[in-house]
């Protein structure tokens, strides 16, 4: 019989984060009780094993699983210009103003950005307006190294690519026979991949641009108003912000931001 929602107790919470804290020092407490249920009873039933204590001595038997349960709490399925709408808001709206406006470099951060989708998304975007690694700088951030590792890699399955227009496909990336791309080295020198907490990292500096999409859905909501006011105290005046479109903003971040669109969650610091 499958592992519920149910089964999985706030005692089960708090041991897993230990573990996960002592390993990989990510530290979940705090994190939304609901999702942290969903996704660790939704990587005991692939195994599968009848009961949580089951998992206890699976992980102490298996190096490698404990990995993979950080993997099944952090990555979300991505894709290349995902919400293209989002996208083409981006790149006919948000981009030329920019680069109209600011005269020395626009920094970008994607923070969240798991395999490198949604910052290699940006750098295609940035390579057909002409901007290149003089004028923009994209920092791309994740709390798992090996998310990043595979964005590093810049390889992804066809699946991945399906909201780019063939041409976009032949001229970003090299395609393998098996169905396999990689994207091009211009493209992927553009992004500076780092780990970071988004919560208590170090100071990445100011950006007039970030996109934070699907993350606030793992915290609870001390933590997403903690998450907002760094986001938007890292934004210069003017800067945008990105959420995703299922997200809603704390009450007390909206005072500091104008909305462009509610549809698709953007907006820009006005104080």
Not at 53 to 69: H, V
Not at 76 to 102: C, Q, T, Y
Not at 168 to 185: A, H, L, M, T, V
Request: net charge positive; proline share 3%; hydrophobic share 40%.
């Amino acid at each position: 019989m499958p592992i519920s929602f149910s089964d999985i107790t706030l005692e089960h919470i708090d041991k897993f984060s230990r573990m996960l804290r002592k390993h990989y020092d990510i530290d979940f407490s705090g994190y939304n009780p609901a999702f942290l249920r969903r996704r660790i009873a939704g990587r005991i039933n692939r195994i599968p094993l009848a009961s949580v204590n089951q998992y206890y001595k699976y992980i102490e038997d298996s190096p490698d699983e404990l990995g993979m349960l950080l993997q099944n709490l952090t990555i979300n399925v991505s894709e290349f210009m995902r919400n293209p709408e989002v996208f083409d808001i981006i790149g006919v709206d948000i981009l030329p103003e920019l680069i109209a406006n600011k005269n020395n470099l626009i920094r970008f951060w994607t923070a969240g950005c798991s395999k490198g989708e949604e910052p290699y998304s940006l750098a295609i975007i940035l390579s057909k307006m002409g901007i290149g690694s003089g004028k923009a700088e994209i920092v791309a951030t994740d709390i798992d190294e090996i998310a990043l590792k595979k964005a590093r890699r810049g390889i992804y399955k066809r699946t991945s690519l399906k909201n780019l227009s063939q041409n976009d496909r032949k001229i970003f990336f090299k395609n393998s026979d098996d169905g396999i791309y990689k994207i091009e080295r211009k493209i992927k020198k553009s992004v500076i991949f780092k780990k970071h907490n988004i919560l208590t990292g170090s100071d990445l500096g100011k950006f007039d641009f970030i996109m934070c999409r699907n993350v606030a859905i793992y915290f609870g909501k001390e933590l997403q108003v903690k998450m907002y006011r760094r986001l938007i105290d890292d934004l210069y005046i003017g800067g945008y912000l990105i959420i995703g479109k299922s997200e809603v903003l704390p009450k007390c971040s909206i005072k500091s931001l104008s909305t462009i669109t509610l549809e698709h969650r953007i907006y820009r610091k006005v104080k």
